[in-house]
């Protein structure tokens, strides 16, 4: 079974720039997580999708949206970007709602360079 | 204050030696688990709790829920264990969920 993949694995934008970013779950996962990991931050919680719906969103500005597809395929965009969104951008999916009975599988993650 | 901290922030020991890294948090949760993470920045879900003790292979996990305190464990450890281990916390309302991550442990198993 292939894992979550995600994207492109490198970019490298420039300040006001708009960017978005891909993950592809596991086949039969219907929940997505994005996550970004800063040096200076660590790692954040950023939005969750499940069936399409946005069910938890993390302290981010409105600059960070996401959306989900159909197919469970899920889209983060940051627009305007400036130098501090440089960072690794993770996506995890499970199977359903990832509460407590359900685990998270991790994409390698894209690198994003905002220079 | 953190709601979810680790101890310690970096740990080196010799192949072979018994591991706990440990995580205290500081909120009510739904679920605590544990990430590895190797450089280059693959993470691994190694453990999802929300009561008691979980074992896999030479790793386990065990939570107090009273306590708010949950530990990671390897035993015999091996460089391939050499990597950084992150704490994460559930917490919140139904439709206002979120996940808080600890700072990571970074472990190095020297040969």
């Known amino acids: 079974k292939a894992g979550v993949t995600q994207t492109p694995r490198y970019l490298i934008k420039t300040r006001g720039q708009q960017v978005t970013l891909s993950c592809s779950p596991i086949s039969g996962h219907r929940s997505v997580s994005w996550y970004q990991q800063t040096p200076g931050q660590g790692l954040q919680f950023l939005f969750e999708y499940f069936s399409e719906t946005q069910r938890n969103k993390g302290n981010f500005p409105g600059r960070f949206s996401g959306r989900q597809f159909s197919n469970s395929r899920s889209e983060m965009n940051v627009s305007t970007l400036e130098l501090g969104d440089s960072a690794l951008y993770l996506c995890?999916?499970?199977?359903?709602?990832?509460?407590?009975?359900?685990?998270?599988?991790f994409g390698p993650g894209t690198r994003l360079t905002v220079t | 204050k953190n709601e979810v901290e680790q101890s310690p922030q970096n740990l080196t020991a010799q192949e072979g030696e018994f591991i706990t890294i440990n995580c205290s948090y500081s909120?009510?949760?739904?679920?605590l688990h544990w990430l590895q993470q190797h450089p280059g920045g693959g993470i691994v879900s190694l453990f999802m709790?929300?009561?008691g003790k979980k074992k896999h292979g030479r790793l386990i996990a065990t939570i107090n829920i009273q306590e708010k305190h949950s530990s990671l464990h390897i035993t015999a450890s091996h460089p391939r264990d050499s990597a950084v281990y992150i704490c994460a916390v559930r917490s919140g309302d139904f439709g206002n969920e979120k996940l808080t991550f600890g700072t990571g442990t970074r472990l190095t198993i020297i040969p």
């Open positions: 995890a999916s499970s199977l359903a709602w990832p509460g407590a009975s359900y685990e998270q599988y």
């Open positions: 709790l929300s009561s």
């Open positions: 909120v009510g949760i739904s679920a």
